[in-house]
């Protein structure tokens, strides 16, 4: 549906360099990087805000590259929501339809119908200036929604949303996708690319990096950069030096051997391991687990979802464990433990 074909724009010293990726119709497609990495530029050349340097924008195969923001059939909503002060909810989200000659009867009848699905109709009469900010957001949306745009394009949604709103605005954003829209979210979170998106570009120093599902891109990182950037914390750069009967390759990092499945040998590179993927014993299990090592507990932290443990066996892996875990096997800093990881579990990234 959306096809983005070497886009390059040059700011200053930072340059948005050939970025090319596809959007089908209905994804929820998701633009993940760090801040200053080139992803509300991406948003800006889409809408019509920034014209490239070179490159192509296609809609259904109509080149929209030199297409006025009116004629594009996208709908932006900005990071600071740009929500007219000096109007009424009502007449916010009145305005886009008014501007395309809807009054009268019909005007009333879609702005009801927008407010009712965004829950937003007791607003109707108040100023947004008395809002809160997943009220004006969700008058931002219903605003940017009225005209029924093909792709809606949303930079930093939920960035200046209280914790305990954003889980509303997700599921709303996916009711809004499930129903056939089709969505380009920019985020720096790596949580709601997971939550969110069907797809993710991971951009970084204005080039996209990996492309792909979130499961894959989370769970096969193709470079250390989105290995780091998507938190995982079992990360080791070492080099694979030999290799088993049945196909295994032995990775080694400060003399600790972690065996894995890959096709490289002899060559430098990265491993990596989810944390649920560590598995923790008193003694030693005696497990299929070819990676099974001896160390110490040297810290543990509460995360959302568990206790994140970190052992020292010559180097420092990190397991995340559920309380009952924790208490029924008793797990303290400076406890002896064992720690168990299969081999295909196991990600090598090939830097040589």
Request: proline fraction near 3%.
């Given at each position: 549906?959306?096809?983005i074909?070497?886009?390059?724009?040059?700011?200053?010293q930072f340059?948005?360099?050939d970025?090319?990726?596809?959007?089908?119709?209905?994804?929820y497609?998701m633009?993940?990087?760090p801040?200053?990495?080139?992803?509300?530029?991406?948003?800006?050349?889409?809408?019509?805000l920034v014209?490239?340097?070179?490159g192509?924008?296609f809609?259904?195969d109509?080149d929209?590259?030199n297409l006025?923001?009116g004629?594009?059939?996208?709908g932006?909503v900005f990071q600071?929501?740009?929500?007219?002060?000096?109007?009424s909810?009502f007449?916010?989200?009145?305005?886009p339809?008014?501007?395309?000659?809807?009054?009268g009867s019909?005007?009333?009848?879609?702005?009801?119908?927008?407010?009712?699905k965004?829950?937003i109709?007791h607003l109707?009469k108040?100023s947004?200036v008395?809002l809160?900010g997943?009220?004006l957001?969700?008058v931002a949306?219903a605003?940017t929604?009225?005209?029924?745009?093909?792709i809606?394009l949303?930079?930093?949604?939920l960035s200046?949303?209280?914790?305990?709103?954003?889980a509303?605005?997700?599921s709303?954003l996916?009711?809004?996708?499930?129903?056939?829209q089709?969505i380009?979210?920019?985020?720096?979170?790596?949580?709601e690319?997971i939550?969110l998106g069907s797809?993710?570009a991971?951009v970084?120093?204005g080039?996209?990096?990996q492309?792909g599902?979130?499961?894959?891109?989370?769970?096969?990182?193709a470079?250390?950069f989105?290995?780091?950037?998507?938190?995982?914390?079992?990360f080791?750069?070492g080099s694979?030096?030999?290799?088993s009967?049945?196909e295994?390759r032995?990775f080694?990092?400060?003399?600790?051997?972690?065996?894995?499945?890959?096709?490289d040998?002899?060559?430098?590179g990265?491993?990596?391991?989810?944390?649920n993927s560590?598995?923790?014993?008193?003694?030693?299990?005696?497990?299929?687990a070819?990676n099974t090592?001896q160390?110490?507990?040297v810290?543990?932290f509460?995360?959302?979802h568990?206790?994140?443990?970190?052992?020292d066996?010559?180097?420092?892996?990190?397991s995340?464990?559920t309380?009952?875990?924790?208490?029924?096997?008793?797990?303290?800093t400076?406890?002896?433990?064992w720690?168990?990881v299969k081999?295909?579990?196991?990600?090598?990234?090939?830097?040589s």
């Amino acid at each position: 549906m959306l096809r983005i074909e070497n886009i390059s724009k040059k700011f200053g010293q930072f340059e948005l360099n050939d970025i090319t990726f596809q959007v089908d119709k209905g994804d929820y497609f998701m633009v993940l990087g760090p801040s200053g990495a080139g992803k509300s530029i991406i948003l800006e050349v889409i809408s019509g805000l920034v014209k490239p340097d070179k490159g192509k924008v296609f809609i259904d195969d109509l080149d929209i590259t030199n297409l006025a923001i009116g004629d594009r059939s996208v709908g932006l909503v900005f990071q600071d929501l740009a929500v007219f002060p000096h109007m009424s909810v009502f007449e916010n989200i009145a305005f886009p339809l008014k501007r395309k000659g809807i009054k009268g009867s019909e005007l009333k009848s879609r702005v009801s119908d927008l407010a009712e699905k965004f829950s937003i109709s007791h607003l109707l009469k108040r100023s947004p200036v008395n809002l809160s900010g997943g009220e004006l957001q969700r008058v931002a949306l219903a605003r940017t929604l009225a005209l029924k745009p093909e792709i809606l394009l949303l930079d930093e949604p939920l960035s200046s949303i209280d914790v305990q709103l954003k889980a509303g605005l997700k599921s709303l954003l996916r009711s809004i996708n499930r129903e056939g829209q089709t969505i380009i979210h920019v985020t720096h979170d790596y949580d709601e690319a997971i939550s969110l998106g069907s797809q993710v570009a991971v951009v970084n120093s204005g080039r996209i990096v990996q492309t792909g599902t979130p499961v894959d891109v989370f769970r096969n990182p193709a470079s250390e950069f989105v290995a780091n950037f998507s938190g995982i914390k079992n990360f080791f750069k070492g080099s694979i030096s030999d290799s088993s009967a049945h196909e295994l390759r032995c990775f080694t990092v400060s003399g600790i051997k972690i065996w894995l499945y890959a096709d490289d040998s002899k060559s430098e590179g990265y491993v990596c391991f989810p944390e649920n993927s560590v598995s923790i014993a008193l003694v030693n299990p005696q497990t299929s687990a070819i990676n099974t090592y001896q160390g110490v507990i040297v810290e543990i932290f509460q995360q959302k979802h568990g206790f994140e443990v970190w052992v020292d066996i010559g180097i420092r892996v990190a397991s995340l464990v559920t309380w009952e875990s924790l208490e029924r096997l008793n797990l303290k800093t400076g406890n002896e433990v064992w720690v168990s990881v299969k081999a295909n579990a196991v990600q090598y990234i090939s830097i040589s």
